[in-house]
């Protein structure tokens, strides 16, 4: 029972995907600076906090961007794999227990 719950959601779950590439040319995908700890204002040094003033006020790093774009057969192949997962799903027998 757990297999066909699986698959079931697999195979929802491609093409659900696939349908969303039809309109989808390329992904931007941002990855910002991590932050922080604010160490200074743990260990109440004047010579910490003096340095942490300074570092602030230097300028942030971009962001790195990586793209990601998209074949033309991407959404063709995740609609037919998806839907082929799902038809599969619907003639697994059952148990006798289920």
Same mark, same amino acid.
């Given at each position: *029972?757990? $297999?066909?719950?699986?698959?079931?959601?697999l195979?929802?779950? *491609?093409?659900?995907? =696939? /349908?969303?590439? #039809? #309109? &989808?040319?390329?992904?931007?995908?941002? %990855?910002?600076?991590?932050?922080?700890?604010?160490? @200074?204002?743990?260990? =109440?040094? @004047?010579?910490? /906090? @003096? #340095?942490?003033?300074? /570092?602030?006020?230097?300028?942030?790093?971009?962001?790195?961007? &990586?793209?990601?774009?998209?074949?033309? $057969? *991407?959404? $063709?192949?995740?609609?037919?794999?998806g /839907?082929?997962?799902?038809?599969?799903? #619907?003639?697994?027998p %059952?148990?006798? =227990?289920?």
């Open positions: *029972m757990i $297999w066909r719950a699986l698959f079931l959601a195979g929802i779950t *491609m093409i659900l995907l =696939g /349908s969303q590439l #039809f #309109f &989808v040319e390329q992904v931007e995908i941002r %990855r910002l600076r991590p932050a922080t700890p604010n160490t @200074a204002a743990n260990t =109440g040094n @004047a010579y910490d /906090s @003096a #340095f942490q003033n300074a /570092s602030a006020q230097q300028p942030a790093p971009a962001p790195r961007t &990586v793209t990601i774009s998209r074949k033309e $057969w *991407m959404p $063709w192949s995740l609609l037919a794999v /839907s082929i997962v799902v038809i599969y799903t #619907f003639t697994i %059952r148990r006798g =227990g289920d």
